[in-house]
């Protein structure tokens, strides 16, 4: 099993996008994660939080996927075309401390597919785990259409 690289590595891709981008806006970014591995981190503050004070589920799933999907491509040749093909998340607590970690672990990596394993940690809650996830990813022949 193999993990991402670096998270200053992985730090190019979120400078990439623009800085209107969606994951600017919301704080994501790569950092060192408990064991000394990359993690998507995203703290918590009003915009991502529900009116009982925890994490959007659906931020999460976003964690998840962009975790994942940065992992999945580290294996890749670059420019090599792929995409989300799905994701499933069991919800195991709130996040309700923050930040929240997405750690990714790539379970395997095939040429047509690969599987992420994800673990989402509320950070300032001792690291409890908040989700498991995994995501696969079809590796394209071809570009996507634009």
Known sequence: MTDPASPSQENVYFARLPETHLLHRLGMRWVQGPAG???VELALHADVVNGRGMLEGGLVAALVDVAAGQAAGQLLIPGAEYRTADVTIHYLRPIRVGPAWAVPHVRRAGRRRVVVGVDVLD???DDA???VATASFHVADEPADE
């Open 129 to 131: 785990l908040g989700a």
């Open 123 to 125: 950070h300032g809650a």
């Open 37 to 39: 591995e990359a993690a």
